[in-house]
């Protein structure tokens, strides 16, 4: 892969991966209480974008594919546990929790992001 397609996914992804930080501090600010099994996504959730570094940054022939799958995963990651009504217990509906503006905006923003990725990486030249 051509290092500016390289350094563009390397970019988003490290964004990406901030603004996952960010949102999981979040939760602390909002002063609710999680079921454990949210905190293990959580912890998933950065495990696969630091897979996904490692992975574009040691210019492997799989970089364009994880990337796409870890923008989608994101995105639909993001919608499925916040975006959506209570649907189970794997869920954390913003809207019934009466999220503020500020954390609807990060994940908003990583849902934005994750498309952005996967486009990206989509239609990187290899």
């Known amino acids: 892969m ?11 992804t490290g964004v990406l ?10 939760h602390l600010r909002q002063g609710r ?14 495990l696969s974008l630091a897979l996904t570094l ?3 940054l040691s210019h492997s022939s799989f ?3 994880v ?8 995105v639909v990651g993001v919608a499925a546990v916040h975006a959506l009504p209570q ?8 809207s019934a929790a009466h999220a503020d503006a500020f954390s609807w905006a990060i994940i908003v923003a990583m849902m934005v992001l994750g498309l952005v990725l996967a486009v990206v990486g989509f239609t990187s030249k290899t």
């Open 87 to 94: 649907w189970t217990h794997l869920a954390d509906s913003y």
């Open 33 to 46: 209480g999680l079921p454990p099994v949210l905190y293990l996504v959580a912890v998933a959730a950065l």
């Open 67 to 74: 990337a796409v799958g870890q923008g989608m995963l994101t």
């Open 2 to 12: 051509k290092r500016l397609h390289t350094r563009r996914l390397v970019t988003i």
């Open 63 to 65: 970089a364009r594919p």
């Open 17 to 26: 991966t901030g603004l996952t930080v960010i949102h999981d501090l979040d």
């Open 54 to 56: 490692n992975t574009l």
